[in-house]
């Protein structure tokens, strides 16, 4: 293990924007892990833990210790005829995790394919798509706490798991390194999940009407590739934003004015609206500002097109904040976690 200064973290988060890091060092295992972060106690610095780079902006340089996590491996802990418990270190990558669990046959995670970063991430961010969370299967997640170096299990209900919410960036944000997550996934009888956003129409176009859950990942990584942009060839982290949550009454209101509105119902009886759709409507999609821009497929997606800096990106997400509060009377929220 290497400690370095005021290293360059362009090329360890997928917008591609230029920041330094203090000290900077790669950890493969845990007693190298426990090694940096008694240097981090020692010298009372600011804390990072990257993992792919997917989810986070720097806006400036970061002024402490960051931690690159190469927590790798991936066991079964558990089966019976019904299911089985997957354990994947947090520095296992995520679409690639996926794919491993689906060429075994094992459900429960098909519609999160081809989404970026890593495993330890995955819990932290609650991360969903078409219809599922990842909540929906995680059973328990493995980590180490930061100031003790002692190891911490959080069962599911333990991890206050909400939409794109979790402990681990509330209550518990900065105290612990995940290092493991436990998954339940079925065996047979897999609960397919087809009716959320386009998969039901790319299955029809691909004419296969009893899919199996690789058909669904396929679909969903047709409709991903189809809208999203490749962070290896224009920086970006996915989605920015969360879909913002709202009233029946605020919903009615907004969808008087604009009968079209994407929206889904929750079981509670708020509405969840596609941020997406609300840029679009709002004039976002495909705006570029120098190389800070709005990607022309997809507006839920932020992109740097070239040497944008993390200041310029974050500040175009500030004008569309407001410009959203102010056609729709709705606050969108970032996804993105904000380095500065």
């Not at 047979?188 to 009407?209: C, F, M, R, V």
């Not at 070239?306 to 974050?314: A, H, L, M, R, V």
Request: net charge negative.
């Amino acid at each position: 293990m290497e400690i370095q200064e005021k290293y360059s973290l362009k090329n360890f988060n997928t917008f591609g924007v230029e920041a330094k890091a203090r000290f900077f060092t790669e950890v493969s295992n845990f007693q190298e892990l426990k090694k940096a972060l008694l240097f981090r106690r020692q010298h009372e610095l600011k804390l990072l833990f990257i993992g792919g780079g997917s989810n986070l902006l720097f806006v400036d340089d970061f002024d402490g210790i960051v931690i690159k996590l190469n927590l790798k491996g991936i066991e079964i802990t558990k089966e019976d005829d019904n299911y089985v418990w997957i354990k994947a270190m947090a520095s296992e990558n995520w679409h690639e995790f996926v794919l491993y669990t689906i060429n075994h046959n094992y459900g429960g995670l098909e519609n999160l394919s081809l989404i970026p970063g890593n495993v330890g991430t995955a819990p932290i961010q609650n991360i969903g798509a078409y219809g599922v969370e990842v909540k929906d299967t995680i059973t328990e997640v493995e980590t180490l706490e930061i100031e003790s170096g002692d190891e911490h299990y959080f069962t599911n209900e333990n991890c206050h798991f909400g939409y794109r919410e979790s402990i681990f960036k509330n209550e518990a944000k900065g105290r612990f390194a995940l290092v493991g997550v436990t998954f339940k996934l079925t065996k047979n009888n897999h609960k397919l999940h087809t009716d959320y956003g386009a998969i039901k129409q790319e299955l029809e176009n691909q004419h296969i009407q009893n899919p199996t859950i690789k058909d669904i990942s396929n679909a969903v990584i047709s409709i991903r590739q189809s809208k999203l942009p490749d962070p290896k060839e224009i920086g970006n982290s996915g989605s920015f934003f969360k879909n913002p949550l709202v009233s029946e009454k605020q919903f009615l209101e907004i969808k008087n004015n604009y009968p079209e509105i994407i929206a889904y119902k929750n079981e509670d009886g708020s509405y969840k609206l596609a941020a997406g759709w609300l840029m679009e409507k709002a004039g976002w999609k495909g705006k570029r500002f120098g190389d800070a821009g709005v990607h022309e497929k997809q507006a839920l997606v932020l992109v740097n097109y070239g040497n944008s800096t993390g200041k310029e990106i974050f500040e175009l997400s500030n004008q569309i904040i407001d410009d959203i509060q102010t056609k729709f009377g709705v606050t969108i929220e970032r996804e993105v976690n904000i380095i500065q």
